[in-house]
C-alpha cells in the first residue's frame, strides 16, 4: 500500500484545484518545479536558461492574473465545473423570459393617457423584469413616458408588482409616480393577455392621486416595426386604431 501514496497525492492535488486561479498557481508550481531541477542540474549558459525562465513563469503568471482580475474578476475564483455546466433556470427567470416582448395597455377612464406602448424585458440587476412605456392621449399624441423602477413577482399567482415613475413632456417640472399591479394570464404556457391597475401620483400635488386600470395584450411585429419606425402619421394612426 505505501507505493499508492504518491499516487494518491497527485490526484488530491489535481482534486482539489477548482478555480482558474488554482490552475495558475498548479501550473507555475510545475514549471518551477521542472526548471528549478534543470538548474541546480546544469551549469553555464543551459543553468542561467533555466533560472531566467522560473522568473519568466512568474512574471508571466502575474500577467495572466492581472488580466482576469481586471476583465473577469468573478470568473478568476469560479469554480471551472460551474463555468462549463451552467445553472438551469429558476422560476422565476423563466417566468419573466415569458413576459419579455412588447404590449399594449389600454388605460380605462383617463382623459389625458389612453393608451401605453410599453416593452417588459428581463432586468438581471433585480432578477425580476424592467418596465418602459410610452403614453398616447386619444388622439394618439404622445401624452408621457414613463418606466419601473423596481418591481417584484407573485410568481404562484402570475402577478407582477412595480413602481413606477414618468413626466408629462409638455409638463416636464411636473413628475408623476405611483403603484401597479400586474396579473398575467397563461393560456398553453404562453402569456399574451393581462389586466391591473396602477396609482397615477402628481407628485406636486399628492392629494390629486388616482387609481386607474387597464387591460393588456402582447403588440404584434407589425405593430412594433410601425412604433419604432419614424413614420409619426403611421404611430398616430396606429394608436387610433388600439383604441377604436
Known amino acids: 500500500m505505501p507505493e499508492s501514496q504518491p499516487t494518491d ?14 490552475f495558475f498557481v498548479l501550473l507555475a508550481l510545475i514549471m518551477e518545479s521542472v526548471l528549478g531541477a534543470v538548474a541546480l542540474k546544469t551549469v553555464g ?7 531566467s525562465g522560473m522568473l519568466g513563469v512568474l512574471v508571466l503568471l502575474v500577467l495572466l492574473v492581472g488580466a482576469f482580475a481586471y476583465f473577469k474578476p468573478h470568473a478568476l475564483l469560479q469554480d471551472a465545473q460551474q463555468v462549463s455546466q451552467p445553472a ?16 399594449w395597455e ?18 438581471p440587476s433585480s432578477g425580476t423584469v424592467k418596465l418602459q412605456g410610452k403614453a398616447y392621449d386619444k388622439q394618439g399624441q404622445l401624452a408621457a413616458n414613463w418606466e419601473s423602477v423596481a418591481s417584484c413577482v407573485n410568481l404562484p399567482d402570475r402577478k407582477l408588482f412595480y413602481y413606477w415613475r414618468g413626466l408629462h413632456p409638455s409638463r416636464p417640472n411636473e413628475p408623476y409616480e405611483g403603484f ?6 397563461s393560456v398553453d404556457g404562453r402569456i399574451d393577455k393581462g389586466s391591473g391597475f396602477f396609482f397615477d401620483c402628481k407628485v406636486t400635488e399628492m392629494a390629486l392621486t388616482t387609481r386607474k386600470s387597464f387591460t393588456l395584450q402582447r403588440a404584434s411585429k407589425k405593430d412594433c416595426t410601425i412604433m419604432h419606425g419614424d413614420d409619426a402619421e403611421a404611430v398616430t394612426a396606429l394608436v387610433r386604431q388600439q383604441l377604436a
Open 106 to 123: 389600454n388605460i380605462k377612464q383617463d382623459e389625458v393617457s389612453a393608451l401605453s406602448f410599453l416593452e417588459i424585458r428581463a432586468d
Open 180 to 185: 401597479g399591479e400586474l396579473s398575467l394570464e
Open 88 to 103: 438551469a433556470n429558476t422560476p422565476l427567470q423563466d417566468f419573466c423570459a415569458r413576459l419579455e416582448g412588447y404590449w
Open 9 to 22: 497525492s497527485r490526484s488530491s492535488l489535481i482534486g482539489a484545484v477548482k478555480t482558474y486561479l488554482g
Open 45 to 51: 549558459q543551459t543553468q542561467w536558461l533555466a533560472v
